[in-house]
């Protein structure tokens, strides 16, 4: 297969899960498949599908809001990628369900977390949750860095 697939969206755990598979498909000499799932008719938060319009949009104006968020996410994550091919792919559905049908083309499917704490971690629903069990190849976490004293 020789692909790695990573999810995004415009947090930083996203960029940081990019970064992570762009090395990954550079040591092992493979292609990297960068996808961003957006949903029409949902608000969204920060971070996760940006503010996409529930009321009043058209589906073209939310796709292509999208587009912007992954090439801005690329961008910013990303300031070499000359030795890997990079494959960008928008796809409309919920993000879980997504990745692990992308997951099915791929040796590895990476994901950022969102790193809450506590009692946070035992909520269900997460889309590194959902793929972690759902996927199928292996999966990458990437957490966030610990801050000096944590």
């Not at 996409?52 to 300031?79: F, M």
């Not at 890997?84 to 559905?93: H, N, T």
Request: aromatic share 4%; glycine share 8%; net charge negative.
């Amino acid at each position: 297969m020789n692909l790695i697939v990573v999810g995004v969206d415009q947090s930083e755990q996203a960029k940081q899960a990019l970064r992570f598979a762009l090395e990954e498909a550079k040591l092992r000499h493979t292609r990297l498949r960068v996808v961003h799932a957006w949903q029409y008719g949902t608000i969204g938060t920060a971070g996760v599908e940006s503010f996409y319009p529930a009321v009043g949009a058209d589906v073209s104006e939310v796709r292509d809001a999208a587009e912007q968020a992954l090439e801005q996410t690329l961008r910013e994550a990303l300031p070499d990628t000359d030795s890997v091919e990079i494959e960008r792919r928008l796809v409309e559905g919920r993000p879980a369900s997504v990745l692990v049908n992308e997951s099915r083309d791929a040796d590895m499917l990476v994901v950022g977390s969102r790193g809450h704490g506590g009692f946070s971690e035992l909520l269900l629903g997460s889309v590194s949750q959902q793929v972690s069990h759902h996927a199928a190849c292996p999966v990458v976490i990437v957490r966030p860095k610990a801050k000096d004293g944590d």
